[in-house]
């Protein structure tokens, strides 16, 4: 039998052998792609070369690692949906289409794979009679066995002819493997591959993007032909493999073993439903983690940490109340190291990632679950509230729908009750998705935010040497589209054939600056860059620019040398925490601005003040060597075999640009640096927390004069502080004396006192002292009197505050000190509360505290 590694190496041999670069999967992290949360499909890493920018390649195919949550809901349920799964495929850019595509995919699938031809069917797109006449006289596929099918079937984007968007576009053609009739189909021998009953499945999409659509569903054809194909690497191995389900595969089958024999160790037991959960999460969430994804509440950490906290919550209800999913990463590395290697270096990281999360929802879920029970018995007979409750502990705690509704069921809900509260539930969740997808940039539309009539070169890039260039303008851009001329005050974005304006890339921000010439002043604003093309936001701020115009562009070379200052410090830092905390610390991002640096990296725990003070001084060491810094452009692998460290996000070409300071940094590193670490002239660490699970952030300065503010102001700080300390130890000190005077005539205070039926009424008025000291006196009273009702009241300038202790004897009795505070407080405009044996209360106008202890004596003694 073959196995899925060998599939995999058949079809990138077969396809290099046809002439294709073999290109190495992309992240699950789309580089430079904020439109789509994670990597879908092969092509996303090739939307530049379909737009037309055509680098060294015009064939290429991959196996690429995907991830999608739409069907999440249904993963383990079918014999063939996933959350990460593995997409062959193989592109053209304007180079071979139809013919070759098609002739392409029944050589592999016939002649490599062996699959038997009656087996296989085909769909086309029904206005698509090219694709036809290939499949019907070149390949000779029976015409019974050739299906077309409309729009929604056969036609990328689905639909996308009637309902957009606009872009690339165009008709396939799908390949199915026939797995023979389904006595449950109600079509009987008559079904074909659009049928859904299972006796179908999709092996292999050939998309043939020959369109561009525009607005009014035009369909204009595109002067280079493209193909696009993706062929799920999971389903073709259960093809291949003889077996139904995904989950009976080779792979999937190791890592459920595993699984099931870790449950049966523990006696717990599950469905074979959540044992294909826990695998294919599992998949998921160890190429996530090791692709960067940091577990969190928020966008793609959101999916990682919501993937562990179900798996975790299976286990639990199978019966085990330890953390025991983190330890099938091993297995899972085993099964997918011979196509990503990389895996198994991060696999003690990965599980220590998980088992915090685990141990984490473990203590989550044992405190909330009898409070959540409570509050739905306490509800049962309200759909709303429930609805609410329901939410809140699966938005605010994690706790999953299915846990929640076991204990639902168990409390003795109503069933019309709990379905109201279901509505109430999945309302509230979708108005949370529709509030993340409104702040988010995130569209799902794999060419969005991507101008197609910008069939231009790429910009030239000098500003690694030149800070002012000599450029001519290309195009004029604004909220409408193309303009040939710009005026005053209008925003506006130019695109130059060169620049030194460095486009905001690696956490690095954009280069601001000034387009100049004769007629006209432009204010560059920021710079950023898609496929190569460098892009600048401005404003004119005199006179007016057109479209073919030559101009000066000149960077601000005083934020760029703060700018290069905090990139290299980020450098620095890095080798700083790798050397102190251990190498385990990797970038997970950094934000490097003219005014501060921010640098994220992986930790599972603060930072000690010891290890600060070690990592401070490494940094000063650093600057105070003034150790070169070099650049240089290496082959890929000659770059990893140096030793360069890789941000966990990017996607590298087959060459690099390396900067090297010493002997104790080297990193991959496409921004602007100085020359020597010297130029940093100090760097300051001014805060150090956590971001999220395991991922630790530090913030901090650099130049003496950014450094000498902050020391100056948190001195200033320090200072105020110790002052306030003073203060309040003077002021300590002087109530300690004022309570000791009172101490000493508490006798006579005791005097003072009205006897009314046996119980002494005390009332007194003092100056200055604060709302603590009331409260001892008050306890001291208690002390000396068996039986009596004390209020004291304090006042200053500005407050007044009242103290009423009741003795025990007299709350027996029904005298409550809390009842008569609320009788009490309102007549100085105050409020306050307390117990029945004592209460207090506070006011805004100390000049009414007098007239409310007069009034006071006439109420309590009513009461006595």
């Known amino acids: 039998m073959m196995t899925t590694n060998e599939i995999r190496a058949k079809f990138l041999n077969f396809f290099k052998s ?28 090739f939307k530049p070369q379909f737009l037309g920018h055509i680098d060294g390649f015009t064939r290429a195919s991959t196996c690429q690692k995907c991830l999608r949550t739409d069907d999440l ?31 392409w995919a029944w050589e592999f699938l016939t002649g490599e794979l062996k699959l038997p031809q009656e087996k296989l069917w085909v769909s086309v797109y029904n ?130 073993k595993v699984i099931k024999d870790a449950f049966a160790a523990n006696n717990a037991k599950a469905t074979e439903s959540e044992f294909r959960i826990i695998a294919d999460h599992m998949r998921a969430v160890t190429i996530g983690i090791a692709d960067g994804v940091m577990p969190s509440n928020e966008g793609r950490g959101y999916v990682m940490r919501k993937l562990i906290v179900d798996m975790s919550d299976l286990a639990i209800r199978a019966g085990i109340e330890k953390p025991v999913i983190h330890a099938f990463v091993d297995i899972v590395i085993e099964r997918l190291k011979d196509p990503y290697p990389e895996l198994s270096g991060k696999a003690n990281d990965i599980k220590a990632l998980i088992k915090r999360i685990e141990e984490a929802f473990i203590k989550v879920r044992r405190e909330r679950v009898p409070e959540l029970k409570e509050q739905l018995i306490a509800n049962k007979d309200n759909g709303r509230s429930l609805g609410e409750i329901l939410f809140l502990y699966r938005d605010t705690y994690g706790l999953t729908l299915s846990t929640m509704m076991l204990i639902a069921n168990d409390t003795g809900i109503a069933a019309f009750v709990l379905n109201d509260a279901l509505k109430i539930f999945e309302a509230k969740m979708e108005e949370q998705k529709n509030r993340s997808r409104s702040s988010s940039k995130m569209t799902g539309d794999v060419y969005a935010n991507q101008d197609f009539s910008l069939n231009l070169p790429k910009t030239e890039f000098v500003g690694y040497t030149e800070t002012k260039a000599e450029a001519h303008v290309l195009r004029i851009l604004n909220d409408q589209g193309e303009i040939t001329e710009a005026h005053e005050a209008q925003p506006i974005k130019i695109i130059l054939d060169r620049t030194p304006f460095y486009a905001e890339a690696g956490g690095q921000v954009g280069d601001s600056g000034y387009l100049t010439n004769t007629k006209v002043k432009v204010r560059v604003t920021g710079t950023h860059k898609a496929n190569d093309i460098y892009i600048h936001s401005a404003v004119i701020e005199q006179g007016s620019l057109k479209a073919g115009d030559n101009v000066q562009a000149v960077i601000d070379e005083s934020r760029r040398r703060s700018i290069k200052r905090n990139h290299t410090a980020t450098h620095l830092l890095q080798a700083a925490l790798r050397e102190t905390l251990g190498t385990h610390i990797k970038q997970q991002g950094s934000l490097v601005e003219e005014g501060r640096l921010r640098f994220d990296f992986t930790h599972p725990m603060g930072i000690k003040p010891e290890e600060m003070k070690k990592i401070e001084n490494r940094l000063e060491e650093f600057i105070r060597r003034s150790d070169q810094v070099t ?145 001892k006196l008050s306890d001291l009273l208690k002390q000396k009197v ?19 202790s009741v003795t025990d004897d007299l709350v027996a009795r029904g005298i409550k000190a809390n009842e008569l505070m609320t009788q009490i407080s309102p007549l100085m405009d105050g409020s306050g509360g307390g117990k029945p044996q004592l209460a207090q209360a506070g006011s805004k106008q100390p000049q009414k505290l007098d007239g409310a202890l007069n009034q006071a004596r006439e109420i309590v003694k009513a009461r006595l």
């Open 18 to 45: 046809k002439k294709h670069s073999i290109i190495a999967s992309d992240s699950l992290v789309p580089k430079d792609d904020p439109t789509v949360l994670f990597t879908t499909a092969g092509m996303q890493q």
């Open 73 to 103: 809901d249904v993963v383990g349920k079918t014999d063939f949906h996933h959350t990460f799964f593995e997409m062959l495929g193989n592109f053209s850019f304007g180079d071979y289409f139809k013919t070759e595509a098609i002739h």
């Open 127 to 256: 206005e698509d009679t090219e694709a036809y006449a290939i499949w019907a006289n070149e390949i000779k596929v029976p015409t019974d066995r050739i299906v077309k099918l409309g729009d929604k079937s056969n036609f990328w984007p689905s639909n996308a002819r009637l309902n957009g968007p606009n872009g690339p576009c165009g008709p396939c053609s799908e390949i199915f493997f026939d797995y023979g009739v389904n006595p449950n189909c109600p079509k009987g021998k008559d079904c074909d591959p659009d049928c859904s009953c299972g006796r179908f499945s999709e092996v292999w999409n050939l998309v043939f993007t020959q369109f561009n659509r525009k607005d009014g569903g035009i369909l204009e054809p595109l002067p280079a032909k493209n193909i696009d194909t993706g062929m799920g690497l999971e389903r073709l191995v259960a093809v291949v493999q003889g077996k139904k389900s995904n989950y009976e595969t080779d792979n999937f089958a190791a890592i459920l």
């Open 631 to 775: 650049t240089e452009v290496l082959a890929l692998e000659e770059a990893k075999k140096k030793g360069a460290l890789a941000f966990f996000a990017e996607k590298y070409g087959q060459t690099v640009r390396v900067v090297s300071i010493g002997d104790y940094s080297r990193e991959f590193c496409g921004g602007t640096h100085v020359s020597s670490t010297g130029d940093i002239e100090a760097m300051k660490i001014v805060s150090e927390g956590s971001v999220a699970q395991g991922i630790r952030r530090v913030e901090a300065l650099t130049g003496h004069v950014a450094v000498d503010d902050f020391l100056k102001k948190q001195a200033q700080e320090i200072a105020a502080i110790e002052q306030a300390q003073r203060m309040k130890q003077a002021e300590k000190e002087k109530q300690s004396i004022y309570f000791d005077n009172i101490k000493a005539s508490v006798d006579k205070i005791i005097e003072s006192g009205e006897n009314i039926n046996g119980a002494n009424l005390i009332l007194r008025s003092l100056e200055n002292i604060d709302i603590t000291l009331l409260r």
């Open 786 to 804: 068996k039986s009596g009702v004390f209020i004291l009241g304090a006042k200053d300038a500005e407050s007044a505050s009242m103290v009423l």
